[in-house]
């Protein structure tokens, strides 16, 4: 350590201890002299203001001089906490002035060492500012409460200005922590009065909300952490979040999808920033919008919800990657709840379910055929320069999926049309019918494809058929080792009866189409 860094070191550590004795000076001044009948109250909070006065009047002087901004910064911080407590002399301690009034005072305050930091260009100072203030303002208000919410949006409204073009990522931690934590405690506390603070409450979260996201949007473009600063601007979305806890499901339910909305915009229409920052606007448009639908609905109709929202976003945005990847995300949330309400054992054994439950499955499971294939398709539209392997294997999922929910509408329609014996039986010959249906449709499509020398929308001709082929060992499989030993009496023959004409229809016109020397069957398969 050199003797100049030695001594830097050595004159800031006197400077703190110099504010702290202070400090407690200018507290005995006011609490203790005051508990001690020293002095009368007007002449100590007089005192305490000329002394905070002279101390940053002090500080600029020596902020002019030589090796003086140390102290300069110790000094003002210093005069601007004894401010500080004055104010809390004259609004807690002696009643002199109402809590807004306070609040108002200590904000006038605040914003003037605010203005003293950006001059001298130190973060530090803004620090020593806005902390004090955000520990003092719950004791002017004696708790949280609406009023401290909207003194603590109003201070970091106001002192957003004073960092731009300023890489101050600690201040902007600061503000965001301070606004939200206080929005947070007035959500525990429960807070919830008439009709007038139901309305100050969703607009003081609405504006804290979408003021925090913009603006870290912002200043993301211009730190040296634009991760950590994106992360800091979705935080301010938590009260929103909890809203449910203080508002109606509704009002809850509509602020929690406007910053769902707010979110997505900002990770789809920046695109100057890092990639990773628009993850983490997308990721938490994503968790907000689930956590609305959750709000909004229950039960069975959250799974059809989420997928809808899903097959919405992944056309809308099927260009964007960070598009794809929340429809993406969304849909396999959206699938999850799918499985809730309509598991594997509904399919294996009769199930009786009520209405809207049924309609739910029904709906759902149209839903997860539509969203499984529109997904494979954004992903497609976006990787169809490069290997076919992927979008294979896309398709591989999504006939899986489909196979399922195919399955799932045909047996829980069967049942709620037919009730729980022949509903049910009826519902997997109509599932076992649909799988040969759809294969017969591929092996058909391969046919087609094969005479007229062309490509299957960039997939080979042999994935086609073997997806047909495929798909017929499974319907067959289906039909020997499930329906054969579930199904009974014309059930059974119906169903064996049908899948047999298909089978022979493939055949003939599989014949037909060698015959006829339009391709071979090794034409066929390639």
């Not at 730190?223 to 935080?235: E, K, Q, V, Y």
């Not at 392997?389 to 929910?405: D, K, P």
Request: with cysteine.
């Amino acid at each position: 350590m050199t003797a100049e860094s030695g001594g830097g070191l050595i004159g800031k550590v006197l400077a703190v201890a110099g504010v702290t004795v202070t400090l407690i000076g200018v507290v005995m001044m006011l609490v203790l002299a005051a508990q001690a009948g020293i002095l009368r109250p007007e002449i100590r909070v007089v005192a305490g203001g000329v002394l905070a006065i002279a101390l940053v009047m002090i500080a600029a002087w020596m902020a002019e001089r030589p090796g003086g901004r140390v102290g300069a910064i110790a000094l003002s911080a210093t005069g601007i906490a004894a401010a500080y407590f004055d104010v809390v002399a004259i609004t807690r301690i002696y009643d002199w002035l109402p809590d807004y009034s306070g609040l108002v005072l200590a904000g006038l305050i605040t914003f003037s060492g605010l203005l003293l930091a950006r001059r001298w260009d130190s973060e530090h100072l803004a620090l020593l500012v806005l902390v004090p203030v955000f520990i003092l303002a719950p004791v002017l208000t004696a708790g949280p409460s609406l009023l401290l919410v909207g003194f603590m949006l109003a201070m970091a409204i106001g002192s957003f200005p004073i960092q731009l073009g300023k890489d101050w990522i600690w201040l902007h931690a600061v503000r965001v922590t301070a606004a939200t934590s206080v929005q947070l405690a007035w959500i525990a506390a429960s807070v919830v009065g008439d009709d007038e603070h139901l309305v100050v409450g969703v607009v003081a979260m609405s504006v804290a909300a979408a003021f925090g996201i913009t603006t870290s949007a912002v200043l993301a473009r211009g730190t040296r952490l634009p991760s950590l600063t994106a992360l800091l601007g979705c935080a301010t979305a938590l009260p929103v979040l909890l809203s449910p806890m203080v508002f109606d499901w509704w009002t809850s339910a509509g602020l929690i999808w406007g910053v769902a909305v707010l979110l997505l915009v900002v990770a789809l229409l920046d695109r100057e920033q890092y990639k990773a920052v628009r993850y983490v606007y997308a990721t938490s448009s994503a968790v907000a919008a689930v956590v609305g639908v959750a709000v909004a609905f229950e039960g069975p109709v959250i799974a059809p919800v989420l997928l809808a929202m899903s097959i919405v976003i992944a056309v809308a945005a099927r260009h964007d990657l960070i598009g794809r990847v929340v429809a993406t995300s969304i849909g396999v949330l959206g699938g999850a709840g799918y499985l809730a309400i309509s598991p594997p054992e509904q399919l294996l054994a009769s199930t009786e379910l009520t209405v809207s439950h049924s309609v739910s499955v029904i709906v759902a499971s149209v839903l997860v055929v539509v969203a499984v294939w529109t997904l494979v398709w954004s992903w497609y539209q976006a990787t169809e320069r490069h290997s076919a392997q992927n979008v294979q294997g896309f398709g591989i999922l999504g006939a899986l999926a489909s196979l399922y929910a195919v399955t799932a509408l045909t047996v829980t329609a069967g049942v709620a049309l037919g009730g729980p014996d022949g509903g049910f039986l009826g519902g997997h010959v109509a599932a076992t019918i649909c799988w040969m249906i759809v294969a017969a449709g591929l092996l058909v499509i391969s046919i087609s494809i094969a005479k007229g020398r062309r490509m299957f929308g960039g997939i080979g001709r042999n994935s086609v058929v073997t997806a047909g082929l495929l798909l017929t060992a499974a319907a067959v499989a289906k039909l020997f080792l499930f329906d054969l030993a579930t199904l009974n009496g014309i059930f059974r023959v119906t169903v064996f009866i049908v899948v047999g004409l298909i089978l022979l229809a493939l055949g003939s016109g599989y014949a037909r189409a060698l015959g006829q020397g339009g391709a071979t069957l090794s034409e066929l398969r390639q």
